[in-house]
């Protein structure tokens, strides 16, 4: 993913179609019944994102899950220009989780498993040559 959009549009599709934001009192959003404190809230992946011309220009997304299964996301600037509010908010999130993208498929892994493999014999059959010699 290369933009906050595709970012935010894959969560959606994900199941995280909540738009959380922090108050004085904690995490809510828009028609919530309730607010969230950070020992109710999970982080449960993030993407950070540097400024096309400015790499301090940044932000960072976070993908929630609240203790009651709703599942959003929560947007900050990342740096100097972050939010306090939501950066202590995070500070205080004991549970985070960030998933490693996945490759296109495992078929890399095992192309890459035999070509060592196939290399280590070519070398070894090479050396092995020339010590005959």
Do not use: H
Request: hydrophobic letters at 40%.
């Amino acid at each position: 993913m290369n933009t906050i959009s595709e970012c935010i549009q894959k969560a959606i599709r994900s199941g995280y179609g909540v738009d959380f934001f922090v108050t004085e009192e904690g995490l809510t959003y828009k028609k919530a019944r309730r607010v969230y404190q950070p020992e109710e809230v999970s982080i449960r992946n993030f993407y950070r994102f540097e400024g096309e011309s400015d790499p301090a220009d940044g932000s960072i997304l976070y993908l929630l899950r609240t203790r009651d299964g709703v599942r959003g996301t929560l947007l900050d600037a990342y740096g100097i220009y972050s939010d306090k509010a939501i950066a202590g908010f995070v500070k205080g999130i004991r549970s985070i989780r960030k998933l490693q993208p996945r490759s296109g498929t495992r078929m890399g892994g095992v192309i890459m498993v035999v070509l060592a493999v196939l290399s280590a014999w070519w070398i070894g059959r090479r050396l092995f040559a020339r010590s005959i010699k």
